[in-house]
């Protein structure tokens, strides 16, 4: 895996498990997420992996002579190299390291990168309104007390959920797997609804639609 220069191959085993990763003396300390990686190059380098709110991010430091504190947020296909590279390092000879948290982030990360996800099934709409020209913003809820929102828009489509006891999360823009599912979920709703949903929930499926095919795009060239 490259760190967050994206030059650099990370040489030291992963370790997991941590509350709270501490850097290199001088630095500041590198925040934490809900599963956290460290690793070293060397003495006086390594990388900080976390995944909080929707998002994987990279950071990295060094020792060696002044630089900037770099935080990287990654991308899909730099899950999949993070995940492949954890892979390998447990199913080689051990390290010596609590596997458990490693195992977890592996996890995560396939299903990060799946092409599948039933995120939205079964979610209900709430209320949708336009809070700036151009911009559709729908409230979700689900079966299981879970809440939500979605804002649409040319550029992306974001959105987060949570449980009523907690605060609502930043909005973070939905991957692939989970655009696809809030296509499908609008498109059902429309069906069964027919002319009663209103029409900026079509809009919104406008958006994510448009916003899969950017990317697909993208990926062509």
């Known amino acids: 895996m490259l760190n967050a220069y ?19 003396p001088s ?16 003495a006086s380098s390594g990388s900080v992996v976390s995944y909080v709110g ?11 002579h002044p630089v900037p504190f770099l935080v990287r947020e990654l991308d899909p296909e730099d899950v999949q ?3 492949d590279e954890l892979s390998e ?16 982030f592996v996890a995560a990360a396939e ?13 209900g709409l709430r209320a949708i309104s336009t809070p700036a020209p151009g911009e559709v913003l729908g409230e979700l809820s689900w079966p299981s007390g879970a809440i939500g929102s979605v804002l649409g828009s040319r550029q992306g489509v974001a959105g987060q959920s949570h449980i009523p006891s907690q605060p609502a999360g930043e909005l973070v823009p939905l991957r692939d797997a989970e655009l696809r599912s809030l296509t499908a979920a609008l498109a059902a709703a429309e069906r069964t609804t027919g002319e009663g949903i209103d029409p900026l929930w079509s809009e919104l499926r406008e958006f ?11 990926r062509f060239w």
Request: proline residues 8%.
């Open 6 to 24: 994206g030059a650099v191959p990370i040489m030291g085993p992963w370790q997991g498990g941590l509350a709270q990763p501490v850097g290199p």
């Open 89 to 104: 390092q447990l199913e080689g000879p051990s390290a010596g390291l609590d596997e458990v948290p490693l195992r977890a």
């Open 208 to 218: 994510a639609q448009a916003a899969l095919s950017a990317r697909d795009r993208r």
């Open 81 to 83: 190299a993070l995940r």
């Open 54 to 64: 929707g998002i994987f991010a990279a950071q990295f430091w060094t020792v060696g």
């Open 27 to 42: 630095r500041p300390r590198f925040g934490t997420g809900a599963l956290t990686l460290v690793s070293q190059t060397d």
């Open 111 to 123: 299903a990060y990168v799946a092409t599948r996800s039933e995120r939205f099934s079964g979610a």
